[in-house]
């Protein structure tokens, strides 16, 4: 399964944050999955791919074109596909990717999961899409998706559709539910 993941790019974020990632790269890896992600070398997609290249597993990077300068993109990534845009890659990384999780993140991991899940209620997709909660980063958008609900801006089986864990490793109760 490629597994794509949404996430910081800056380092200066709590460490919680970072050790969550590379834990979700372990977890991708050691499941035998490959983890499909923007590329970045730091911040939570950096640790992810740490994550990943410490169990010995896959990772496909995929960035535009003008990111791909020293310090900015993942070496080590088992393959690399390089876009002409951030609209682009956001299609390729959906193409790539059998399933979606949104760790944590700042507007560009926003924009990303907002655009994922709403294909998703647009039944454009049927692939999970998951918010990685760590340390409850993503309380106040679920509080937000929730009064959605309550005041009719969102159906509950929309709402229902996202699934939220706070550990990567339960991962694996999902992964168990698709087989």
């Known amino acids: 399964m490629h597994i794509c993941v949404y996430g910081a790019a800056n380092d200066a974020i709590r460490p919680s944050y970072l050790d969550s990632a590379y834990r979700l790269g372990q977890t991708i890896a050691k499941a035998g999955h490959t983890m499909v992600f923007g590329a970045g070398c730091t911040g939570v997609m950096g640790a992810a791919a740490r994550g990943v290249l410490a169990e010995g597993g896959r990772m496909i990077g995929i960035a535009p074109a003008f990111f791909h300068t020293p310090g900015i993109l993942e070496e080590n990534c088992t393959e690399l596909i390089l876009t002409e845009t951030m609209r682009e890659r956001k299609d390729r990384l959906e193409a790539e990717s059998d399933m979606f999780i949104a760790a944590p993140g700042g507007i560009g991991t926003l924009d990303e999961f907002f655009e994922i899940f709403t294909l998703r209620t647009l039944e454009r997709h049927s692939k999970p ?9 993503w309380d106040a958008l679920l509080r937000l998706l929730d009064d959605f609900v309550t005041g009719g801006l969102m159906k509950a089986e929309y709402r229902d559709m996202l699934e939220v864990i706070r550990e990567p490793e339960e991962l694996y109760a999902i992964w168990d539910r698709q087989k």
């Open 129 to 137: 899409v998951i918010l990685l909660n760590t340390d409850g980063c």
